[in-house]
């Protein structure tokens, strides 16, 4: 596991962020030191496992700011807590190359520390394009993104970018300079959101011209935002941040609306919306798509001998575990103890075939359900026959885990029993 290197002398401060810590789920090992003597003693024991650090400015053997130049050194990203606002000190640290700092003035202070090292965890996941002619101009913005561990692809026009969009469709912001050859930044915004919406593609414009009507036209263009240059590196990350959690606030109220709200699959409505998008390319590319139902067949059972309530946790405990073996495919409750599994890509023979494995391995698994050890066992009918419609082949898996109940359960049926 990764580590946290956290380092501070005051006492009272220490107990604050020991306790902060505890309360966050990060998920990284948080090892603390007292001065720049045992952070390096610590540091030497794992040198490879730290992911980031928190440090305090002024250690009574580092009483200007050494323990930074150490972490750096190391390349290990730093927040630096620090007693009071110095101007030229904090150029000097921000020069230096640190994530960013923050000045002792209370909890708050501390917690926004802790944060800040949560939105490095995520940081990481997340791609951004940088477009701009200039190589100083562009590759100060990367370095800027890379110094909060962002994922950074770089272009040198809106030509380019468009380019760029194409090979990485995972970009999820785009940055971008006005006055740049072959295709400027209100070209490329406004050529792009064609194809992206604004929670799809955040595009943020930045200019170093004086025109005051510059800000308005990117925003009219479609954009985000728009940072004017020179910046401070404090405006860059907040416009950065703040537009990056407003997508994220958006996905996770997208997903949440998607999702089933007691064993958190997908739901029916989203299942069916997604899988006639896999049904209809299927039909155009001749391409195997499976459709598979189950049905836990001892769920009665488990609800009427321990009651409701238990029936609801064994239902959660059985979805968190298909999620794990079929998260893959799209997968979906699809009412009380059945579930539906799209299989894009299997014809019935290899898709009855992977439901088998994965039956054998739920089968193996001990669930607790009010204090006792249960398992669990389902049925299946699982057809690669398109028909005429995505009904119609949900209608076919439908009669196959219809036959499987009826001689008994525990089994799966599939095209090849016709």
């Not at 923050?102 to 939105?119: C, D, L, N, P, W």
């Not at 970018?161 to 740049?180: C, F, H």
């Not at 064609?194 to 954009?223: C, N, P, Q, R």
């Not at 391409?287 to 139902?293: D, E, K, Q, W």
Request: charged share 25%.
């Amino acid at each position: 596991m990764k580590k946290i290197l956290i380092v501070e002398d005051s006492d009272m401060v220490m107990k604050i962020l020991r306790h902060l810590v505890q309360a966050s789920s990060l998920p990284y090992e948080p090892v603390y030191a007292i001065s720049l003597a045992q952070a390096v003693a610590l540091y030497d024991e794992s040198p490879a496992d730290f992911f980031a650090a928190l440090v305090d400015l002024n250690l009574p053997d580092a009483p200007d700011g050494e323990v930074v130049d150490f972490t750096l050194s190391k390349k290990i990203p730093t927040i630096v807590l620090t007693g009071s606002y110095d101007e030229k000190r904090r150029e000097q640290l921000f020069n230096k190359g640190i994530v960013d700092y923050v000045t002792k003035e209370g909890r708050y202070a501390y917690s926004k520390a802790i944060a800040m090292i949560h939105r490095l965890e995520k940081n990481q996941h997340i791609k951004v394009l940088v477009v701009d002619d200039s190589d100083m101009s562009r590759k100060h913005m990367a370095n800027l993104f890379r110094r909060h561990l962002f994922q950074v692809v770089e272009a040198v026009d809106g030509v380019d970018a468009i380019q760029v969009l194409l090979e990485n469709p995972d970009i999820k912001l785009l940055i971008t300079d006005y006055n740049m050859p072959k295709m400027d930044g209100f070209e490329l915004v406004r050529n792009l959101r064609y194809k992206y919406d604004k929670t799809d593609l955040i595009m943020i414009g930045v200019s170093g011209e004086s025109s005051e009507a510059l800000s308005a036209k990117f925003i009219k263009h479609g954009a985000n935002d728009f940072l004017r240059k020179p910046f401070h590196p404090e405006e860059f990350y907040c416009r950065i941040i703040h537009n990056i959690e407003y997508l994220e606030l958006v996905e996770q109220i997208t997903n949440s609306a998607q999702r089933d709200h007691l064993t958190g699959l997908y739901h029916r409505s989203y299942f069916f919306n997604a899988a006639r998008e896999l049904y209809k390319t299927a039909q155009e590319k001749s391409s195997p798509l499976s459709m598979a139902i189950i049905n836990i067949d001892n769920f009665s059972e488990i609800n009427q001998q321990h009651g409701n309530a238990w029936g609801d946790e064994a239902l959660k405990q059985i979805a968190s575990s298909l999620q794990t073996m079929l998260g893959r495919f799209l997968l979906a409750r699809a009412d009380s103890d059945d579930f539906y599994v799209m299989l894009p890509g299997l014809d019935h023979e290899k898709a009855a075939a992977f439901l088998s494995k994965v039956k054998q391995l739920l089968a193996a698994e001990q669930f607790v359900i009010n204090g006792q050890n249960i398992g669990v066992y389902f049925s299946a009918g699982v057809t690669s026959q398109l028909h005429n419609s995505l009904d119609q082949q949900i209608a076919k898996a439908n009669e196959y885990l219809r036959r499987a109940k009826d001689a008994g359960g525990n089994m799966i049926v599939d095209d090849g029993d016709e």
